[in-house]
């Protein structure tokens, strides 16, 4: 399954390659020492170091390479900063006026603004050609984790923007399902009654830790791209049943 949104789709491939090069040359240059510098069996080693018990071999220091195996790494982890910068932007975005406005509006007052069949505001999203999602305002749900279920409640929201239901799924048992709406931008805010949990929207990119005692929040934007059905995941370890902590994510027109 692919991510919807290119921003997530591109960090997660980006980090995927310098993973694999960086071990390439970690495990390359491992496994060639280890089996170059292997001693014979019987024979006699020379004591090509001067090695002395309690004395480190200090003529046999080599600055230019100690330099370069610091800054190196060091470039690279500014690199992959700068290229995490747009991503981390779109996840934790502020609800006071950033990529989603603030709180879409009720209908309880008048304004000049598209509002859908349940007269509440709508997000109106849309994604650009990076893959940032920006909308006119947001829908506040809440996700409570706990061992080992998700809770989702649609709080004030009529059931065309937010329900939830349960499902019979194959290895996973009986899952709640949490239903929404294309084109409309959620802001999930989230709480544990236990351990620490994370949703894992698997097809929005995303996820968040739920922490007990403490507020997280989470952005759910439904862009038209987003497919019907998806799974939400626990990506925190919390426990025997934490690989079946799952839920399914419903959305339609
Ligand atoms: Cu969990």
Request: hydrophobic share 40%; aromatic share 12%.
């Amino acid at each position: 399954m692919t991510v919807m949104t290119a921003i997530f789709e591109g960090l997660w491939d980006h980090y995927i390659l310098w993973s694999v090069i960086v071990a390439v040359i970690a495990f390359g240059w491992l496994y060639h020492h280890s089996f170059w510098f292997v001693s014979e069996e019987g024979k006699e080693v020379p004591n090509v170091d001067d090695i002395a018990v309690g004395v480190f071999p200090k003529h046999n220091d080599n600055m230019r390479l100690e330099v370069a195996w610091t800054i190196l790494p060091f470039f690279l982890i500014i690199w992959l900063t700068y290229v995490s910068w747009a991503p981390l932007d779109a996840m934790w975005t502020s609800p006071e006026g950033g990529n989603h406005g603030f709180a879409c509006d009720d209908g309880s007052t008048d304004h000049d603004y598209t509002v859908n069949q349940d007269g509440i505001e709508s997000s109106n999203n849309s994604m650009d050609s990076t893959g940032m999602i920006t909308s006119d305002c947001y829908h506040v749900i809440e996700i409570t984790g706990q061992q080992w279920f998700w809770n989702f409640d649609c709080l004030d929201l009529p059931a065309d923007l937010c329900d939830t239901s349960t499902e019979s799924m194959e290895v996973y048992g009986t899952v709640p399902v949490l239903k929404l709406k294309r084109g409309e931008t959620y802001l999930a805010v989230m709480e544990s009654q236990d351990v620490t949990h994370a949703p894992w929207f698997q097809h929005m990119g995303t996820k968040e830790d739920t922490l007990p005692g403490m507020e997280t929040t989470l952005w759910l934007p439904v862009n038209d791209d987003l497919t019907s059905e998806s799974m939400i995941l626990c990506a925190e370890y919390c426990g025997d049943a934490h690989s079946i902590m799952a839920a399914k994510l419903e959305v339609h027109n």
